[in-house]
């Protein structure tokens, strides 16, 4: 995120999320653009508090999990997100097994220089536009900065 696009959202945002410390607030922003990326263009040009909740209310709705050097497992689950779901292994594991995940976005997977690995199985990944369906007895390994984007 670029150094306007930060002090923007520590100007309006602290006072607007007074209790939460700045920190908080940038990495929600960051997880944010991350998945739609047009939102930090929105807190550029945002003026009014009107302005700044309409960026907040296109940034809510974001399920983010990351597996640093753990495991993040989900199983038998539904997950359904209004902006996005993004699952990022990095150097640990992601599991999906049986569950069903539904957004408008959908990403899993690695980024950076991570040698972790994401495994699904038995499950269905749903977006607005594309639909994988991993059926039993198949599996979806995903290793490094390897990634699957639905949208």
Do not use: C, W
């Not at 309006?12 to 920190?23: A, D, E, I, K, Q």
């Not at 263009?41 to 309409?54: C, G, V």
């Not at 497992?73 to 999906?96: C, M, P, W, Y």
């Not at 990944?125 to 900065?145: D, F, Q």
């Amino acid at each position: 995120m670029d150094p306007i696009t930060s002090q923007i959202i520590i100007g309006l945002g602290t006072s607007y999320f007074s209790n939460f410390t700045t920190p908080v607030i940038q990495k929600f922003f960051q997880k944010a653009v991350q998945l739609q990326p047009s939102i930090e263009e929105d807190l550029k040009n945002a003026r009014s508090t009107q302005d700044f909740e309409k960026v907040f209310r296109d940034a809510v709705g974001v399920i983010d999990a990351q597996a640093g050097t753990g495991t993040v497992e989900i199983d038998f689950s539904f997950l359904e997100a209004l902006k996005g779901i993004r699952f990022d292994h990095q150097n640990g594991l992601v599991t999906i097994a049986g569950s069903r995940l539904h957004a408008p976005i959908l990403q899993a997977g690695g980024t950076g220089t991570g040698s972790g690995q994401t495994e699904i199985t038995d499950s269905i990944l749903k977006s607005g536009g594309a639909e994988a369906r991993i059926g039993k007895g198949a599996s979806m390994k995903i290793s490094r900065n390897a990634q699957i984007r639905l949208s």
